[in-house]
């Protein structure tokens, strides 16, 4: 009984360690996180002005479309963004669906986003996640609990161009950018065009594909993919099914992304917009 007893007693201690220093570790992991957002977000704009039907002469015309639908014609250029999702995950195609809310901030003027996200892994149990763009240079971090790292990523060939493919897909949510010297436009057909973009010497490229009625409906690209202790390029799709307006602005607030592997898609991220504000 006293065997029994010391032992119960052991790991209640170290049940409630953990729990305070999970506690910890995760109020340093959100201090982190927000030290970034300042570091990220402009103070100055540095591009002034509104976007009119001149900036998109240039345009293929199905952009031009997205672009009048989204409401920015007339309206100040979007320099910064936040967008508040929720939806599920998960890790692996047999894996389980684990619930997240997360929380994004982009700098239009000079590309980069933070993305910072809770993970339902398991009852009590909570994976903070945080994916960095800023200055061309791309990071991952995931850790379990806010104290166990699970994925570290930082600074290499493929995180970089990963993170550039990311920002692109994502101006949908700030669809100004679209206009920005960074991104070059080249119509497919009357409903698809391609985006290549440049930035702090990091090329990548785009299909985005729209409906009648101006919306984006799909985006596909060639994607670096961890794969063990390596990267494989693989084709990456989103798919965009409902699109809301926020802030006065008409973006996508439903969404779903998939890899498609050689033994079939894998559907992992599934996603709703609950809030969108810009140049806060």
Not at 31 to 41: A, F, P, R, T
Not at 83 to 112: C, L
Not at 229 to 238: R, V
Request: glycine residues 8%; aromatic residues 14%.
């Amino acid at each position: 009984m006293t065997a029994i007893y010391y032992f119960l007693i052991s790991a209640a201690s170290l049940i409630i360690l953990l729990i305070l220093g999970s506690g910890i570790a995760s109020r340093q992991f959100k201090y982190s996180v927000d030290s970034d957002i300042k570091e990220l977000l402009p103070q100055d704009f540095s591009q002034k002005g509104q976007i009119t039907s001149e900036n998109l002469h240039n345009l293929p015309d199905c952009v031009q479309h997205w672009l009048r639908n989204s409401q920015i014609i007339g309206r100040e250029r979007i320099h910064k963004a936040m967008i508040r999702q929720k939806g599920q995950m998960k890790t692996s195609p047999e894996g389980k669906w684990m619930p997240f809310a997360a929380v994004s901030y982009y700098n239009v003027d000079q590309p980069g986003f933070i993305w910072h996200a809770r993970v339902n892994f398991a009852p009590g149990v909570k994976l903070l996640a945080r994916d960095k763009y800023f200055s061309g240079i791309g990071s991952m971090l995931i850790k379990l609990m806010g104290i166990f790292p699970v994925v570290n990523l930082n600074n290499n060939e493929e995180i970089n161009q990963g993170s550039l493919l990311r920002y692109l897909a994502e101006t949908v949510w700030f669809p100004s950018a679209a206009v920005s010297s960074e991104i070059r436009w080249e119509e497919i057909d009357p409903y698809t065009a391609k985006a290549t973009m440049e930035y702090k010497g990091v090329t990548g490229s785009g299909i985005f594909k729209f409906n009648d009625r101006g919306e984006v409906v799909e985006f596909k690209a060639n994607r670096p993919r961890a794969v063990g202790d390596h990267f494989e390029l693989t084709p990456w799709s989103i798919y965009l099914t409902e699109y809301h307006c926020f802030d006065g602005i008409q973006i996508p607030s439903k969404g779903e992304v998939i890899w498609e592997l050689a033994g079939g898609d894998f559907n992992w991220f599934q996603f709703e917009v609950q809030e969108a504000e810009y140049n806060f």
